[in-house]
Nanobody
Framework: EALLVESGGGLVQAGGSTRLSCAAS????????IGWFRQAPGKEREGVSCISVSSYGTTYYTDSVKGRFTIFRDKVKNLVYLEMSNVKPEDTAVYYC???????????????????WGQGTQVTVSS
């Protein structure tokens, strides 16, 4: 059974940086992607950034994090990271990683495209 485990986050000052990691295991999809999503209190879960594991490492970023967040993968450790820089109070949320077996496409930022989810990790940005 697929298992995704997030780590990192915590309390960060505005303008600072932090790194989240996602350890994914227990699945054998031919073409898949890993996505980072976040959910703030009272808001819907939104796609933040995604990376294709099979299609040349294609990446996606939602507009609000472009230029500040970087998603990348460590193939040796089989980890996917989300490097968050110049964080803002509006970045405060629970961050989740998830895996989709659908490969890469226009659905990549949709929560409905993902098969398995981690338990989430809290990121709180203080102003």
């Amino acid at each position: 059974e697929a298992l995704l485990v997030e780590s990192g986050g915590g309390l960060v000052q505005a303008g600072g940086s932090t790194r989240l990691s996602c350890a994914a295991s227990g699945f054998t999809f031919d073409d898949y992607a890993i996505g980072w999503f976040r959910q703030a209190p009272g808001k819907e879960r939104e796609g933040v950034s995604c990376i294709s594991v099979s299609s040349y490492g294609t990446t996606y970023y939602t507009d609000s994090v472009k230029g500040r967040f970087t998603i990348f993968r460590d193939k040796v450790k089989n980890l996917v990271y989300l490097e968050m820089s110049n964080v803002k109070p509006e970045d405060t949320a629970v961050y989740y990683c998830a895996v989709t077996s659908r490969g890469w496409g226009p659905w990549i930022q949709s929560v409905h495209a993902y098969d398995y989810w981690g338990q989430g990790t809290q990121v709180t940005v203080s102003s």
